[in-house]
């Protein structure tokens, strides 16, 4: 190959590369990912970043408080999340989760049969209670490190409550609601400001003029 022949096939070679970095580059500024100031849908569960100056959310009331005004209708419709995985009627057959009937008052690890995580399986015997099974059902791998369960949880306490209600409903022996925190006690009335005189308690009426 004389030296003609070499610099034409380099020349092509060059150019190839040429073009090759010319359309990478292009692309790049074409298609460049742009992350959207706010998601289009949010994964349940998960927790969104508070905007700056936006006020805090607020803290969420113990399980109680929401078991109060929540519905069986509500809680069955909330079920479907988990009717992929779990039964929950009388002698349904366990799924990919435990049947969980009778499983509010119940106690943790309680079907018979059912390969439970070793994390579930070490807390045999321990009650399911309002609060536990609240705790639960907020982020189950949270509560349960290590549990095979791959539901993210039920961020809304209204949701947890409802549907806490309607597995009440799904036992044979329904446990009674938990009575709620009492609401805290009316402030104490404020003292006179400092050159204020206090109004005098139940002062006599000025008597008519003859």
Known sequence: ???FEFNKYAGWGLAAVLTLLVVNV????????????????VIEG???EVAAGAAPAAAEQPIAVYLASATVEKGEGVFKKCAACHTVDKGG??????????I???VHAH????AYSEVLAAMKGKPWSWEELSKWLTSPKTYAPGTKMAFAGIAKPEDRAALLVYLNSK??????????????????????????TAPAADAPAAAPAA
């Not at 292009?26 to 849908?41: C, I, L, N, T």
Request: no cysteine; charged share 15%.
């Open 1 to 3: 190959m004389d030296s």
């Open 26 to 41: 292009g692309s790049s500024a074409v298609f460049r990912p742009v992350k959207p100031e706010k998601p289009s849908y």
């Open 46 to 48: 998960v927790v969104e």
């Open 93 to 102: 057959a366990n799924g990919i989760g435990p049947n969980l009937y009778g």
């Open 104 to 106: 509010v008052g119940n």
């Open 111 to 114: 079907s018979a049969g059912y």
């Open 171 to 196: 036992s044979d022996a329904p446990q009674p609601l938990p009575a709620a925190p009492a609401a805290d006690a009316a402030p104490a009335e404020t003292a006179p400001a400092a050159g204020e």
